[in-house]
């Protein structure tokens, strides 16, 4: 497919639409808000510009919203908090910019989190990370300065957690020790300073985790001095 998207989608019962892998270019229809029923959403690696609909958060029943691999520029809306269903959520890869939305760390279901590869600047908010439910969050290859907030402790695990190729600054969390499980972690290409925390994650994590920081020292990296 390589027509624009279409003005209006009336199908008001449309449960899923998937639309992912096309040539589809032109701007997000504001009539997909109106798409009351929709649960699963894949608008992804198409040539799709423009912004996110302002009202994109009316879409209450969404779980799965796929949207990576476009042109979408503009910032995240705030009103994307308040879809109570939203497990996984996809936006990398494109030209979104703006700081992150504080409201996505109250998201009761958010599960998995894709931002990657965007001109996201600010800071990282707090709840965001202290969320308990959410175990993927990736917000590599963005502007995102400031330091990591401390907050690990109210929360037990993260299956995927790669905040790299940013403007990171301060040190590694202790808290991070806390969660009692993290899969992959990657710090790598920020200004970080300071010693890695022992313990638990990182202890069975390799050098490259931590590469390219201002001055960090112990775990997998040369002792610190």
């Given at each position: 497919l ?12 449309l ?14 229809p504001s009539s ?53 269903r939203?497990?996984?959520?996809d936006?990398?890869?494109?030209r979104?910019?703006g700081e ?21 600047t ?26 990591i ?12 957690l790669?905040?790299?190729n ?8 202790k ?6 499980y ?20 990182f ?23």
């Amino acid at each position: 497919l390589s027509a624009p998207s279409p003005p209006t989608l009336a199908a008001s019962r449309l449960t899923v639409l998937n639309v992912a892998d096309n040539q589809i270019s032109g701007p997000i229809p504001s009539s997909l808000a109106a798409l009351s029923s929709l649960m699963h959403l894949e608008l992804g690696n198409n040539q799709i510009s423009g912004t996110i609909p302002t009202d994109f958060g009316n879409l209450r029943k969404l779980s799965r919203a796929l949207l990576g691999r476009n042109r979408i520029s503009g910032v995240i809306p705030a009103s994307v908090g308040h879809m109570t269903r939203l497990a996984d959520l996809d936006l990398s890869e494109n030209r979104i910019s703006g700081e992150i939305p504080a409201s996505l760390g109250f998201m009761p279901v958010l599960s998995s989190l894709y931002l990657d590869s965007n001109r996201l600047t600010g800071h990282i908010p707090a709840a965001l990370l202290a969320s308990r439910g959410l175990s993927i969050l990736n917000l590599s290859r963005n502007a995102i300065e400031g330091e990591i907030p401390d907050v690990f402790g109210y929360r037990s695990y993260y299956t995927a957690l790669d905040l790299s190729n940013n403007q990171l600054r301060g040190s590694v969390p202790k808290t991070l020790v806390t969660a009692a499980y993290v899969g992959h972690l990657d710090l790598s290409h920020n200004h970080l300073c300071g010693a890695i925390p022992a313990g638990s994650p990182f202890d069975h994590l390799e050098a490259a985790s931590f590469a390219n920081n201002d001055c960090l020292c112990g775990g997998p990296l040369p002792a610190c001095r």
